[in-house]
């Protein structure tokens, strides 16, 4: 919880306001849709967890990401400019580790599939690794891990 405490804190403080007041005006409602969006993309709570770390059910959270955090995006400059302040002072968290991840995997695939000569032949080997770096950036995450476990099922 404390990283949602945080997002909140962040929030509450550059609109001085507080989220967890239990009000329909604009600002709060547009407030609180930037801080289950936030929530939503820098932790792992779920969507009752978040809600109820501002008095709200989890199906309010998934209203306010799909339907008003849009609208805010659109037409609240303001509130616009703090999301994407936040994400990026928060992106080199999240952006190093998983392309630290990534090019450790990429690594780790290319060394394993070249020390199993034994159990793979070279052409095997060969398509193995093209397959590997023609995976698009965006999808790498999960198919590494899924290359994870085949290449663990070859050294059984």
């Given at each position: 919880m404390k990283q949602l405490d945080e997002i909140r804190e962040y929030l509450e403080k550059t609109l001085k306001?507080?989220?967890?007041?239990?009000?329909r005006r604009r600002e709060y409602v547009y407030g609180r849709?930037?801080?289950?969006k936030l929530c939503r993309e820098y932790t792992k709570f779920n969507l009752?967890?978040?809600g109820k770390?501002?008095?709200v059910i989890h199906c309010s959270v998934l209203h306010s990401i799909n339907n008003v955090f849009p609208i805010v995006m659109q037409y609240d400059e303001t509130l616009k400019n703090?999301?994407?302040d936040y994400k990026f002072t928060h992106k080199y968290?999240?952006?190093d580790v998983r392309q630290n991840y990534l090019s450790l995997m990429k690594e780790n695939v290319g060394l394993r599939t070249e020390?199993?000569?034994?159990?793979l032949d070279k052409s095997t080997g060969k398509r193995f690794i093209d397959l590997v770096t023609r995976i698009p950036e965006n999808k790498r995450n999960y198919i590494?891990?899924?290359?994870?476990?085949?290449?663990s099922a070859f050294e059984k």
């Open positions: 306001i507080d989220l967890r007041e239990k009000t849709a930037v801080y289950f009752d967890k978040i770390s501002v008095n703090i999301y994407e968290k999240e952006s020390l199993k000569g034994n159990l590494y891990d899924k290359l994870e476990i085949m290449v």
